[in-house]
């Protein structure tokens, strides 16, 4: 495996980044493009490796009607195609990496179990792979979920509704998590002229068809919070983000009221954001991440690299995601003495035996397959001089460009091969 050795030759950042659109906005565009029965254009689609992988798979190997579907780490896309599968006539089988099989599955297939689906488990009972027989789907048209453990269950079910016979009526139970992620889908799917009612915890749809209209996807905010991290970590920093809206449809577009509490301030421009950095000060000591769980790590790395004490809560997602990003973050804080112990629902990040800032210290990150460890802890060279991180093709996930675009503001990042046993 290859290893990436980035270091710092400035503290002053300035330049223009064009982010990758939103993978999230991506693979719903491309679900319901496979739903609409008339074609429609989506423009700005992300070139994230999850949302190329998707498309592969929709247009060539399903439209082929290939046997087994592969989505290798894309979460979204093995709980969407679920929901899309089981309603698609043929025999499917779906599965994707080690630790996909790893990822849960069960409240979505007893979901669309409830609905009619056949749905089998033939591995684990509850993960993947699943084999599936695509049918329709008229045992009821009202079911239950628990909206607490994936937003993306959710997704998945609500953009097949429309296309169920009886519609469907979806009860949440629970906390719901990550709750923009459902707002998303269903803004999108309106954006294609499906209606819903969503009174208290009961989303309805009924039986509408898709209409086509172009949809274009805005650039990803969760790719966004890597940048706001170097402005926080900067002694002076000027960047702008091309394309990004105030009203956006991402839920992770909350990091821009949040980094005003770490000194960054965002200027909303007719063409995009401006980034920058006006104070050292924090002024925030608790953050809840259950509604935006993809810049969690993003935000622990911020508290490390300005010594900053800060409780987290709403991180139960992360344990399931590309890996168990709270152990991960542990482990990598760790290499630096900054620790993360649990108290109920809380973790408490504590810096104070922290050795950044305190003499240059040239660390291994492990990335643990996960992109956004990756992204997360890169900005940290700006307080710590060089630091090697494994993986770096990891970003490809969501952000394929990440490296070339450190280099354009002014960092070097040189890839070898990894020769440690790390
Ligand atoms: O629907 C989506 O596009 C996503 C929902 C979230 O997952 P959970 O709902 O599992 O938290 C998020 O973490 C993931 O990166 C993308
Ligand atoms: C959790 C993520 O993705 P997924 O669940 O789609 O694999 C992510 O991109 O951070």
Redesign the pocket.
Known sequence: MNSILVKKTTDVLKGEIILPGSK?ES?RALIMQALCKQPFEIQNLSIADDTVTLEHLLKTEIASQQTEINVGPA??AMRFLTALLSVTPGEWLLTGTHRMLERPIKLLVDALRNLGADIEYTGNEGFPPLKIKGKDLNLTNEISIDGSV???YI?ALLMIAPTLPNGLVLNLTGVV??RP?IEMTLAMMAELGIEHSWTNNTIGIKNQPYQANDLFIEPDWSGSSYWYSLVALSKEANIKLTGLKDHSLQGDSVISKIMEDFGVKTDFLKDGINLTKTSDKVTVDFIDFEHC??IAQTLAVICAGLGHNCTFTGLE?LKI?ETDRVAALQNELGKYGVTITQEGLNYHIDCSKSSINKAATDTFINTYHDHRMAMAFAPLVLKVNSMEIEDPKVTGKSYPHFWEDLEKIGFECTQSELNTTN
């Open positions: 999230s693979n979460g979204t994936s937003s993306q997704s998590a990550s992620y769980p993809d997602s995601k």
